[in-house]
């Protein structure tokens, strides 16, 4: 089992900045991948950015390439795993939610809130 908490939502103006942390703890090492997704209002859950653990090669949605950026920190206690997020547009108003897929399947974090005003 694995155990992801998410922190750093908040509300940010239009063209300001977020920092989001996901913090993985339990069977971390069996996780190959962890990643962000996204569900604004009234939309479907949608992929942002997704980070392999060991080579830390990164893959983002056409709609956040060259504003937001992954990154993680991989020790025997956990991982850490953070979306530095910048240029931020009401569009990128939604709850953020933390991903982890390995060999036990996929986990979920709660989720963190997002908002940005125009």
């Known amino acids: 089992q694995v155990q992801l908490v998410e922190s750093g939502g908040g509300l940010v103006r239009d063209g300001g900045s977020l920092r989001l942390s996901c913090v993985a703890s339990g069977s971390i090492s069996r996780i190959n991948t962890m990643a962000w997704y996204r569900q604004g209002p009234g939309k479907q859950r949608e992929l942002v950015a997704t980070i392999f653990i060991d080579g830390g090669e990164t893959v983002y949605a056409d709609s956040v390439k060259g504003r937001f950026t992954v990154s993680r920190i991989a020790a025997n206690a956990g991982i850490s795993m953070y979306l530095q997020m910048n240029s931020l547009e009401p569009e990128d108003t939604a709850a953020y939610y933390c991903?982890?897929?390995?060999?036990?399947?996929?986990?979920w974090g709660r989720g963190t809130q997002v908002t940005v005003s125009s």
């Open positions: 991903n982890a897929d390995g060999y036990d399947g996929g986990f």
